[in-house]
């Protein structure tokens, strides 16, 4: 009898190990951005959003235009993580620190792009969204800078734009009319606190199981 009730015991924990191997497992995935994922990008100098909307710049490459908002809410702030042109991304695995990927923009269907042309506001470099159904060019690629192995969802990264080596940026140059209060978005040559971003709200998308939900979406 004591020998069973030993057996007993001994598997309760082992299905408590096992347990507790998977509820880790699981947070240890869920704390990376991943392939697929839609999200919000938060400058964390500035404390505004990535966004864009159909409205065009009024000079420089005429494209769809790319602001920062202070608006927590706006459905026009959601980014897909894509992988570049001709590229393998599988869907719901980790980014990696130094992986190259595109950025393409939920309602419009267009990418977060960059090019010789200077930003209206400040003369630094402009920042566009470009292309149609999410495909446009190799001006579309930026390179994830972070510090470890994989961007975690806590972590300030920085992107880097592969095709002219400048960062996503924002000083706080501020529009007037049709996009009023709305902070210029820029590419910037060398790294400082103006160019470190941070995923908020967002989908999650996990490897082999259903989206993991964060915040509003």
Request: negative net charge.
């Amino acid at each position: 009898m004591g020998q069973l009730r030993m057996i007993s015991v001994f598997l309760d924990f082992f299905l408590l190990f096992l347990m507790f191997a998977q509820c880790g497992g699981r947070d240890l995935d869920s704390s990376y951005v991943t392939c697929g994922s839609l999200v919000k990008l938060l400058n964390t100098r500035h404390n505004v959003r990535l966004h864009s909307h159909d409205v065009k710049y009024g000079s420089g490459s005429g494209q769809q235009s790319v602001t920062g908002v202070d608006s927590a809410d706006d459905a026009n702030s959601y980014w897909r993580i894509r992988g570049k042109p001709k590229g393998f991304c599988q869907r719901g695995v980790p980014i990696r620190c130094g992986e190259t990927i595109r950025i393409t923009h939920m309602k419009t269907g267009r990418n977060l792009h960059s090019h010789h042309f200077s930003s209206p506001l400040s003369n630094h470099q402009e920042v566009s969204a470009f292309g149609e159904n999410g495909e446009g060019d190799d001006l579309d690629v930026w390179t994830v800078q972070c510090s470890g192995t994989y961007w975690e969802r806590d972590d300030a990264v920085r992107f880097k734009h592969t095709g002219t080596e400048v960062f996503l940026s924002v000083t706080g140059e501020q529009y007037g009319q049709p996009i009023r209060g709305q902070h210029e978005v820029h590419g910037m040559p060398s790294p400082n606190q103006h160019n470190y971003w941070k995923v908020m709200e967002g989908v999650f998308i996990q490897p082999s199981s259903d989206p993991v939900h964060h915040d509003e979406l």
